[in-house]
Every structure is written in structure tokens, then in C-alpha cells.
């Protein structure tokens, strides 16, 4: 335990306003670290030698010096005299103070502010976050130096992540969500990087956990580091990734708002006019729109039968369009409401069982629009 005492003297009107002005000027909270940290060192140094100039036989350090540093904190940078101690036995330099509160003898900022940086870095661009930082803090940062400590932060928690089973007949628990999604990000030389992210999600909690990450690998590399088997996943319409999360889940849910929109993407490469692809696919977000609103319904007055009756009316509605559509040459928009009908009404089928899933791939794609932003950033 270490105690220390001070005394501020603030002069003129004594207001609560004034007070506080003086002493966020005087920076309260760095004066008492820098306090604190040279006690400690104090302590240390005594603990080790003894008393200044007492003779001791048995002593197995002695002082030899110090040398200015430098830490860089949350409340700014505290400049001290680090004391040095010479090993008797071991004929070597140390310095007790780092050894005590586990800091390398080269680093400069500390683990709060690293961990300041990281923290703000995950809902702010790095340009951002310099200036929020600078703003709550006393600390100068800049960009490249919140970079890193994303980075360290990053690399620790992604070790921690990745570490392997040595049991490997351990039950791993099921999850209840999964949602993969992917992005670009650039890169040096101007090279493109695919970044792949799976995040599972807990239905009950809310709490989210990133259970697989990849750059530049495909998505079954990136499935590998999920040990697990998940209830329901829900993607975009990405072919590699959906295959991949059929495997790794019970359902799948396809995002409705990406069926749509490559619904638009088909009929726009068939070279439809803007009216005729506009009248096609309102027909689908009719159908999807009336099945989700069906849900929300019967999920609250318990109404199965209906439920499960709407369900087979949007897959007939959806066939009827398909089949329309193969009529009017239009084969590749039709082949693709064929083949995805069935994954666009898994959150009404699961909603019969009483479990509610998400129709839309939104909080994945929130995520990975975050991260296209810091790249830009």
C-alpha cells in the first residue's frame, strides 16, 4: 500500500466552478502518480539497500545512479528520476521500480493509455480518436501511435482467442447465432485485402464474441477457428459463405435486404429498364415484407396455424415469380429466387418453434462497414 499526501493552495474566489478549474489546470490525478511512482521507487530502493551510507555486509545490491524517464499516462507525461541498482551477485544493472510494476525497460506508454487508445479505436476513426482522447485526457497521441496500440491490444486478444484445445474431446457449447461477412481493406502498394469475420451472438444476453477472423484465406480456412456447432446463421448471398455456415449451423437465414438487392442486380444485368426491374422486385418485397410482418404478429398472439400457413403462401408466391420470370427468358434472376426461397423464410419457420432469429445480416454488416471506415481512415 502506498500513501500520499498533498497540498494545492487556489487563490481568489473559492466557487465550486473555480476549484474544479484549478484543478483539472493542475492536473490533479498525474501530481499524485508522479507521487506515487517516486515513493514506491523510494520504498524499493531502501527495501533492497538499506538505509543511505549504513554499512551492510550481507547487502546484495548497492545504488549506481539514476537516469530520467519518460512514461507516458492517461493524465500526460510524468518525468522522474529511475533509480538504478547494481546486482552484487549477479553483476548486472536492474531497475527495481520496472521489475515491481512490470514494465519493459524500453517502454515509454504505459498500459492505460494503450489500453485507452484501443478502446476508443473500436468506435472511432484513428483521426477521431486522437481528438477525443486528447480532449478527455492529458495525453498527446497521434495516429500512428493508436495504430499501434490497436495492435497490441489486437495481438493479445487475438492469441488469447486463437489458443488451441489440448483436449480435444472437450464439449464445446452451442451457439445460438452466427453471421459471417466479409470486406476489402487496403493494403500497401495499393493492394486489396479480403478480410473475413464470423461473430456469434448469444440471443438471451446480447453478448457478442468474435469467433473467427481472416485475411486473405478462404471462408472455410476462416470456419476452422470455430469450434462449435451453431442453432441458425445468417449471411448475405455470397455462395462460399453460405456453404460454409450450412455446414457450421443447424438453419440458415439468408438476409432478405441482400435478396432484394440482388434481385435489383440480376435484373439490371439482364438489361430491363429501371420501371420493369422496379415492378419485379417490389413483387418480392411484398411477399418477404408480408411474411415478416406475419411473424412479428403471430410470434405475440401464438397464432401457429396461420403462421405456418403464410410461410407456405411466400414460398408459392415466391415459385409463381420464379416461374414467371423463367417464362420471360429472365433465367438467372429466376434460378437465384428458386434456389434461395427456402433459406428467405427460416426466421418464420423457427418462429413457429418459438425462436426468434434475425431476418437481416445488419449487425455483421455494421461491423464490417466499421472496419472499411478505419482502413479509410
Partial sequence: MISVQTQIEIQGDLSLTKISQELQALNFPKEILKTAIIKLQ??????LCGPKYQKNPKKQYTRAGNTSRTLNTRHGKITFKLAKLYSIENDNIIRPLLLYVGI????????????????????????????????????????????????????FMNQTRRKTFTDKDEV???????????TKAHGYNGKKNEI??????????????LLGLGVNESWKETALQFKGK??????????????????????????????????????WSAGLPKAE???????????LWTLRNSAEKHIVD???KRLLWRVDWALLELKK?????FGEGLVSVARFIRNSANYMVTFARLAVKGVVVPFTSNLVERLMGEIGKRALA
Fill in 196 to 209: 473475413n469475420v464470423i461473430l456469434g451472438k448469444n440471443q438471451k444476453t446480447g453478448e457478442k464474441e
Fill in 172 to 182: 464445446k457449447e452451442e451457439v445460438d447465432l452466427i453471421m459471417g461477412d466479409g
Fill in 104 to 155: 519493459e525497460p524500453k517502454k515509454r506508454v504505459i498500459d492505460d493509455l494503450t489500453l485507452e487508445c484501443a478502446e476508443t479505436a473500436t468506435y472511432l476513426t484513428y483521426r477521431d480518436s486522437k481528438t477525443v482522447i486528447e480532449n478527455l485526457t492529458h495525453a498527446k497521441v497521434s495516429k500512428r501511435q493508436i495504430h499501434t496500440s490497436v495492435q497490441e491490444v489486437g495481438e
Fill in 277 to 287: 426491374r422496379k415492378e419485379i422486385s417490389s413483387k418480392v418485397e411484398v411477399v
Fill in 302 to 304: 401464438g397464432d401457429v
Fill in 42 to 47: 523510494d520504498e524499493l530502493v531502501l527495501d
Fill in 230 to 267: 451453431a442453432k441458425v446463421a445468417v449471411s448475405d448471398n455470397e455462395v462460399s459463405l453460405r456453404k460454409v455456415l450450412l455446414e457450421e449451423s443447424d438453419d440458415y437465414q439468408t438476409c432478405v435486404l441482400h435478396c432484394v438487392r440482388d434481385v435489383k442486380f440480376y435484373l
Fill in 321 to 325: 415469380i420464379s416461374c414467371e420470370l
